[in-house]
């Protein structure tokens, strides 16, 4: 239990132990964790003072050895609260782990540890104005790198939006048509009314047109949802087919689809390395056709990346990424869900510096 993040409780029932017995052995006596009775876990906490009353800023984990010249930074939810996560890109391991998301709480705590951060040359993110601030203000000279990730995820909600958007028409056209139904209906009850005779309630029926692969509009739109985050030469034969009859029924998602392979293209790795003079060209040029296309869509998503470019072309320098963030935070997840939740807090936080920022046993 002391190498791998498992559930004491379940260990304890492989052994044929009660696991409440194992869980207080394990934490009060095996892990070390009663030395100082879990004091440990808030020796770096700050305390600061906002409008006039105590505040205490919890930071669980602060591991020196773990700063390094490049790290990532991110935000995790754990149990009903949001922590700062900052990890070493070279070693993968937790640097800094601090229960806010406020700015000048996160100041306070960086203030005093200016000897580290001041070692940080590379950080990766995402495009959270929060952590833009923290790397403006409290790391003015280091290189802020925009995750490749966050930038295709944000590319492809807007691709798919599109999509979205004409199947919220098709169904609109149904909800009208079942409306029109209605009226009919009632009319025809009305005048049955009148005239004494029996009134029998017709059933609705919506008749939509097949396109060229059988399908309907609203089954095609539905269905396309996972070829569209493919590049062509991935697709399945029956997708290809499929990919066809919707390109020719909706030509703009095609346009859309193709301004999307077009970025993705140009944020690949096979551009790495490249001046940021290449790299400026072809940006510039799918800005245009952006412009020409003239979807709503993705026109936001040119915005942010406009507003965001000299992060997302930093990516071009060494190909860095913000995967060690979500690795981490993937890690952290993993671990509450083995040990069902956060309830004892501190020896949840003395088991995860054990196991993802202690450098060596």
Known sequence: MD????????????????????????????????????????????????????????????RAENFGESMSIDEKHIGED???????????????????????EIKEVAMLHEDLFSKIKRVTLDFSSLYKKVCLELMPNVNQIGDKFHVISN??????AVRVRYRQKELEKKRKAHHEFKLAEKLRMEECEKTDTQFKPGKFHYKEE????????????????????????????????RAKALFHYYP??????????QFRNW???????????????????WYENVETADIEELLNFMSMVET????????FVDGQT????????????????LNRGTRDRDFFFFRLDNYYAITSK
């Open 3 to 62: 190498c791998s993040p498992l559930n004491i409780t379940s260990f304890g029932e492989a052994l044929r132990i009660k696991g409440g017995t194992i869980y207080r052995w394990y934490r009060d006596v095996l892990s070390g964790y009663a030395k100082d009775k879990g004091a440990s876990i808030h020796i770096h906490d700050v305390k600061i003072f906002v409008g006039g009353k105590e505040k205490i800023i919890e930071v669980p984990i602060l």
């Open 82 to 104: 949001f922590y700062t996560v900052m990890g070493n890109k070279d070693t993968g391991k937790i640097a800094l782990l601090c229960k806010s998301v406020v700015f000048s």
């Open 155 to 160: 590319l492809m909600d807007a691709h798919q």
């Open 210 to 241: 097949r396109l060229e692969n059988g399908e309907t509009p609203l089954e095609i739109l539905s269905r396309s949802r996972y070829l569209l985050y493919k590049f062509p030469d991935q697709w399945r034969p029956s997708q290809c087919k």
């Open 252 to 261: 703009e998602i095609e346009v859309s689809y193709n301004l999307c392979c």
């Open 267 to 285: 944020l690949s790795n096979k551009n790495i390395g490249k001046t940021f003079l290449e790299i400026d060209k072809e940006l510039h040029q």
């Open 308 to 315: 965001n470019e000299d992060m997302i072309r930093n990516y």
């Open 322 to 337: 913000n995967a060690l963030a979500e690795s981490i935070n993937s890690k952290i997840q993993k671990f509450i869900s």
